[in-house]
């Protein structure tokens, strides 16, 4: 049982579908919203159900699929944590231990076990690779292509979560540019242009076909009050101790708190520190800073690290609430403690950091494998549930509906679909057409009707429209038709007699197509 329920089930059933059909880039969902339909694939976030997609279109196993999905992403997390630790100036040993803390941190177990929020997953997991190639462009004076890739990726797995990625290192970037800890030229029109093209490469797909089917929602709707930042922000004391969270005891509630042995190591690192610099002091050292920390000033890497993880903590702030409300899109985070996906893995770079410059390298490793040792036996994976198990049941995506909060459903018919598809026949019926729909694909990328009409009229079909959608009838291939009583549906101009009409739903295909028949 998780907050997800099933979600991320039929999510994956909906890219198999697609999958199976040659639509590998899914857009439309003809299954939600009860059978009309939605944009869903196109404006939810897409990356984990690309690949539990393909899973499950390979082996035909929806649990082996998920798990499959998940223990990938895992691994692609722990190397991409490596890879920061190694960039920051970690050496081998540690960096693996940071790799393999990721795997049994809090937030981590959070997310695709007690959540099921399979989206910020994978970005959660993306996450540490942009950081890594954030100091990689560091270093060289130069914005990494790999740092575009992963921002692009991490875009594609949770656009709020890039959204933000992408504001704190650049902020942090400019931060570093006005200390004189990076060199300006970094700013350098082949150095940004490169990285825009390879981000808009990766991204740009998708933000287009975002831009011209969303004009039809109003996703605001998934903020409502309850959900705005301002009132989600957490007490600052639990990101350190949640003393009400127990692994296994529910699932309805969830904890903010970083793990214990990470928190442990930043305090006591810092405190022997502190020591040392005292113990030389009153020793009458000429170079009183004793410890190899303290002798050398922090690398820009490190006070970039810093600054990443402290904006992000500062997010979690009532302070930050002004920016919330006003900075364009801040809102759509909903949590601020989903940042804690970058908060992490900058927490196990700089711990591990912190100890590797305080103590001999064998020591430093030691501690750091004590660490993950005590991360691993405190890791939620192996708590005893008090819950019971997700109800086994048929998967299937009979009266599909993916919406929280009628985000995924036309604004112009408010929250909940105007019309069953029964009612919506009876009406045309009246009106003077009856039609019926032929045997198709569970999720169908193709909607055919067989329609006999007693007079000239313009019919609505129980599908909701988009500026890509294409209708073809014996007599002509255009788009949807807007009737003034009926506004959310797509609807289609037929003479007297008896019609076949397909609807060709939204795919990259369709959109050029529609996008050549409406100029």
């Known amino acids: ?267 006591s690192s810092g405190a022997v520190a502190v020591w040392f610099h005292i113990r030389s002091i009153r020793m009458g050292s000429q170079k009183p800073l004793a410890t190899p920390f303290l002798r050398h000033a922090p690398s820009s890497q490190t006070i970039a690290m810093m600054l990443v993880g402290g904006m992000a903590m500062f997010m979690q702030t009532r302070s930050a609430i002004p920016i919330y409300r006003h900075v364009p899109g801040a809102a759509f985070l909903q949590f601020p403690w989903r940042l804690l996906a970058i908060i992490t893995p900058a927490s196990i770079a700089l711990a591990l950091l912190s100890v590797q410059h305080i103590f001999t390298p064998g020591k430093a490793f030691k501690i750091g494998v004590a660490a993950l040792l005590a991360m691993f036996f405190s890791c939620g994976n192996f708590a005893p549930l008090d819950y019971s198990l997700l109800p086994d049941k048929a998967l299937n995506l009979d009266d599909v509906r993916f919406s929280a909060f009628g985000e995924y459903v036309p604004k112009h018919s408010g929250k909940l679909p105007i019309l069953s598809a029964k009612a919506l026949r009876e009406q045309m019926e009246k009106e003077g057409c009856s039609y019926d729909e032929e045997l198709s694909t569970p999720e169908n990328l193709v909607r055919r009707f067989n329609i006999l009409c007693r007079k000239e009229l313009t019919v609505a079909l129980p599908v909701f429209s988009s500026p890509a959608h294409l209708i073809v009838t014996p007599y002509d291939t255009g788009l949807c038709i807007n009737r003034p009583d009926l506004p959310a549906l797509c609807a289609v101009q037929l003479p007297i007699g008896e019609s076949t009409v397909e609807v060709h739903l939204p795919a990259f295909g369709t959109i050029i197509r529609a996008m050549r028949l409406g100029h």
């Not at 933000?164 to 004189?180: E, H, P, Y």
């Open 1 to 267: 049982m998780n907050h997800e329920w099933d979600s991320f089930f039929t999510r994956t059933l909906v890219y198999a579908s697609h999958i199976d059909q040659g639509d590998f880039f899914p857009l439309w969902s003809s299954a939600d919203n009860g059978g009309f339909g939605s944009a869903q694939p196109a404006l939810y976030h897409k990356l984990f159900y690309m690949v539990s997609g393909n899973a499950y279109a390979l082996i035909g196993s929806m649990k082996a699929a998920i798990l499959l999905t998940v223990w990938g992403w895992l691994v692609i997390g722990a190397y991409g944590t490596y890879r920061l630790c190694r960039e920051i100036g970690c050496g081998h040993g540690l960096a693996v231990c940071g790799g393999v803390m990721l795997l049994f941190a809090n937030y981590t177990n959070t997310n695709y076990l007690v959540r099921g929020a399979m989206a910020e997953f994978a970005a959660a997991m993306l996450a540490p690779w942009c950081l890594a190639f954030f100091l990689q462009s560091i270093r060289n004076n130069l914005v990494s292509a790999g740092f575009s890739v992963s921002l692009a990726l991490i875009f594609l797995a949770h656009s709020t979560l890039a959204y933000f990625m992408g504001i704190i290192t650049v902020l942090t970037g400019l931060c570093l540019i006005f200390t004189k800890h990076l060199p300006l030229k970094i700013m350098r029109i082949t150095s940004i242009g490169r990285a825009l093209i390879i981000f808009g490469l990766l991204a740009g797909p998708y933000l287009f076909a975002m831009a011209l089917l969303g004009q039809d929602y109003d996703m605001q709707r998934i903020i409502p009050l309850n959900f705005l930042p301002e009132n989600q922000i957490k007490a600052l004391g639990l990101y350190f101790w949640d003393s009400q969270w127990q692994w296994g005891r529910t699932w309805q509630s969830y904890t903010v708190q970083l793990d214990f042995p990470l928190t442990v190591l930043m305090l």
